[in-house]
C-alpha cells in the first residue's frame, strides 16, 4: 500500500518538533453513505498509536461561536471518540458527529481577503476554539465547499505565523456527485448511484403501466456523475445534464448586478431546444411502440435557467442556488407535456419528481465502506507517517493511498476548488449515450 505523494508536499516544522497527541475529526457538507467508515476507521487509526480524538459535531457551527461567551463544550461542540463510540459503526447509516453547511470563510474570496482582520474573523475563531481543545491536528471530511474551508484554514495559519502554532489540516474528499478532481469515486457515489438507479426502475414501472412518463431530477450540483450513474444504473430513456448544454442547447446571456450595476455574460441553456429533444426521444420510442419512459436530469442544470427565473431563488452560506425552490422536474415535465400536446395534438401525463435525499445516507454497500475505510486510514498516515499539511487524501488501482497538495485542487486567484466535469465524448459519458435509444432513426 502505497504512502506516496502527489506533487510537492512540504512538511511542517510544527510536525517536525511537535508529536500529535489529540486530533479533531470534522464532517461538514450533505450526508453521503460510508461516512461513518471514514470516521470510525481514521479514529481508531490514532487511538490505536495513543493520540485523543475530538468528534467537533455539527460541522463548524459550533466553532464559529467560539469566545469568552461561548466556550467550547462537551456534548454541544464536540465529543470524545472512544473505541466504544465507533464499536461496529463502519457501516452503519448516518453521520456519527452531525454535519452542518456553516461557512467560516465565506467572505475571504482572494488572498488578499486573508490580511482582513474582519473577512477571516470567523476562521480566527474555528482556529481558538480547536487551541482553546488543544488540538495539534484536524481532520476535515466533505465536499469541494469544505475543501475551501479547509485551504482558507491552512492559508490563513501561513499568512499569519503570530497567531501561534500550526494546526495541520488534512482533508478527506466527500460527495456522492463524485465531482472531485484528485481521485477518481468518492465513498458513497457507488451506493448513491445504486439507491436512485431503483427508484428509476421503479418509476420505470410505474411509466410503463399507465403509458406516462416520469422527469426525474437527481442531485449533481456541478456535473454529472451522479445523474448519468443512476440512468445507467436504472436504465432511464434519457439523461441530461451540464455537460450536454453545448452547441445549439447553449446561448449567453446578459445580466447586470442590482448592486454593483456590473453588467456580465454568463451560459445559459436554450430551454426550448433541450425540451423538443426530449419530446423528440418520446415520439422515437413511441415508433418503437414504447408510449413510456424516465427522463433523469441533474439538478445543477438549474444554475443554467434564464436570470429572470432565478433572480428570486434564495442561496445558501456558499452561494448555490436552493435547488429544491427551483423544482427543475416539474418545471420540465409541465414544458415537456405541453410541447408534446403542440406536436402530436395527443395528451401525455408527464409527472416531474426529485430524487436525491433517499440516497445520502442509505446503507453503504461493501465498495463505499472499504473505500471509505481506506480514506480514513489515510488521513491517520498522512498526518502521522508522512507529516504532511495542507493534502487531500486520495486512492487509485487497488485502494492505493496518495495525497493532493491542496495548491493543485483550488484555483489560487479565487480560492474556489476546480470542478471535475464529465468529459463530453468520455467512455463514461458514451455509455449513457449508448443506452439510450438512437433519435436519428
Partial sequence: MSGGTTGNVPETSQQGSQAIRRVAILFAGG??????????TCAMSFLDHGVEVLGILYGYSGLVEFGEDHPMQEGRDYIPITRQTIKRTRGSQGILIGTARTNPGAHVTCPADLDDPEKTAPLKRVYDALCSLGVDALVSIGGDDTLKT?????????RHPEIGRRIPIVHVPKTIDNDYRGIDFTFGYFTAVDTLGTEVRNLLADAEASRSYFVAETMGRSAGWLAYGAAIAGEASLVISVEDITGELRKEETVTDQKTGVSKTRPVMDVEKVIQWIVKMMRVRERHGKEYGVIVIAEGLAEYLPDEILKDVPRDAHGHIAMSKVDLGKRFSALVAEEYERQTGKKKKVTGVQLGYESRCAKPHAYDVMLGSQLGVGAFRALCEENLHGVMVSVSGQLELHYVPFEELVNPETLVTVVRYVEPGSDFHKL???????LNE
Fill in 432 to 438: 449513457a449515450r449508448f443506452l439510450e435509444m438512437k
Fill in 150 to 158: 479547509a485551504n482558507k484554514l491552512k492559508l490563513f495559519q501561513d
Fill in 31 to 40: 450526508p453521503a453513505p460510508a461516512a461513518n467508515a471514514v470516521i470510525s
